[in-house]
């Protein structure tokens, strides 16, 4: 990611259409900056610095509290990755009972294609950290395999030591370990961001997804990427649940009563969850129905023309776009005169807004994947894209926890705000193993360091 991993997602039907990550993926470009070459020589150091346990290391808590974690559980730092794997039938047969088995394909879409492309690797694990599938790069699953980082594998902290899908486990949140902080030096040229997998209904760890490669793959982009392929497995998950539960013939409930997701933050063009699956709309059919979703009353041809552009749009070019619209989602998702949304359809904007009103800080910035469609030029959607941002963007600024500030920084649309580092230096406390790293940023924005 970072310019790497694409999203391979295609439409339930129709062509599959290319996004911008893809697009940037082809490059396959490697460019070290400097901050990238400082940062890895701090890491290292800091991994020292710990083993040797000469002075506090200069890294992240959650990396710190996890390297004494693992310690603690008799890793040796200094030893290959060797355990006992397991045999291709009994793999087979875990595979075969794991709840998410049945979601692969979903992942392989959203995930598994672009970091092929990329040259990263994606895997599953079970809730107790054995890999169930990983999948990829061919080149780097060979790399992978002398570390043992294949199916049938434990990388749980205890087994491996700090590495993402072991510490989101551990933590039950979405994790990054950069480099070395990795503890096991084996693995310490290695990357990764993961997130927990839950059952929607009962809230339990059915696994954790995860990314791993070079930095790339520890990058706000990929967390951003693995982030909403859980949240599309677990809408999935949900909407299977009511499919099973849903007596279609006996209640005469259609099948657009069946709940639909829109995800519209920090995305090219949305990604819509349906009972029999996920697509990915073109950027147009995603500004339609995102204005549609915000206007309950409906919109009218002039109405949506307006919002769409600051050109003139004749009406029939309208109708035409909400006949292709319709064409795909089916007759029955919009209603006309005045036009609407027929049925049930959330938003992860809608979400993002009643966490704000009704949530708190830390909430409201995890629930924040990114501007709402950011490539848009509909006058509509930019006015409410910047005004959400600066909401949000606003609400961090006076947050007095440094975690939030720091969570929302290290990311594509905060890195590069030099004020949001600058507060989230005002917020740490002086002896912050954290201080280092937001420093070398704060010099790298300032004097162009990049």
């Not at 704000?356 to 830390?362: K, N, P, R, Y």
Request: glycine share 6%; charged share 25%.
């Amino acid at each position: 990611m970072g310019g790497k991993l694409g999203a391979a997602v295609s439409g339930a039907t129709g062509p599959r259409e290319t996004s911008d990550l893809e697009v940037r993926s082809l490059t396959r470009r490697k460019v070290e900056t400097v901050d990238q070459r400082q940062h890895r020589r701090l890491l290292a150091q800091a991994r020292e610095a710990f083993l040797a346990r000469a002075e506090p290391p200069a890294v992240r808590d959650i990396v710190l509290d996890s390297w004494k974690r693992s310690l603690s559980s008799g890793l040796d730092p200094e030893a290959a990755v060797d355990q006992p794997t397991l045999s291709e039938q009994d793999l087979i047969a875990l595979q075969a009972a794991h709840p998410l088995g049945e979601f692969m394909p979903l992942i392989r879409q959203l995930l598994v294609e672009g970091a092929s492309e990329a040259g990263m690797l994606v895997a599953v694990s079970d809730a107790a950290g054995r890999l169930l599938w990983v999948e990829g790069d061919r080149g780097l699953r060979s790399r992978a395999e002398s570390m043992l980082f294949v199916p049938g594998a434990t990388w749980s902290e205890q087994a491996v030591g700090t590495n993402a899908p072991g510490t989101a486990l551990a933590l039950d949140q979405a994790v990054q370990i950069r480099a070395a902080e990795h503890l096991a030096r084996q693995v310490t040229r290695w990357s990764c961001s993961a997130a927990p997998i839950h059952d929607p209904e009962t809230g339990a760890m059915l696994g954790v997804l995860d990314l791993t490669g070079d930095d790339d793959a520890a990058n706000p982009q990929s967390l951003s990427m693995v982030r909403a392929t859980v949240a599309a497995v677990e809408a999935q998950l949900r909407l299977a649940r009511l499919s099973r539960w849903a007596d279609l013939s006996t209640y005469a409930v259609p099948a657009l009563s069946l709940q639909r997701h829109l995800q519209v933050l920090g995305a090219r063009a949305g990604l819509l969850t349906e009972p029999h699956g996920v697509r990915r709309l073109s950027l147009r059919h995603s500004e339609l129905l995102l204005l549609l979703s915000l206007a309950p009353d409906g919109l009218t041809t002039e109405e949506i023309a307006v919002a769409l552009s600051d050109r003139e749009i004749p009406a029939v070019t309208v109708r035409a776009e909400l006949s292709r619209l319709r064409a795909v989602l089916g007759d029955e998702t919009i209603a006309s005169r005045p036009y609407r949304i027929a049925g049930p359809l959330t938003t992860d904007l809608a979400h993002l807004r009643e966490v704000l009103t009704h949530g708190s800080v830390a909430e409201a910035a995890q629930a924040y994947r990114g501007p709402l469609l950011p490539t848009s030029e509909s006058p509509a959607i930019s006015e409410l894209r910047d005004e959400l941002h600066m909401q949000v963007r606003g609400a961090v600024l006076r947050s007095a926890d440094p975690d939030v500030l720091l969570r929302f920084a290290d990311t594509d649309f905060g890195r590069d705000d030099l004020e949001l580092w600058e507060v989230a230096r005002r917020r740490l406390p002086a002896d912050s193993p954290r201080m280092v790293s937001v420093e070398a940023r704060i010099h790298a924005l300032s004097f162009g360091d990049f």
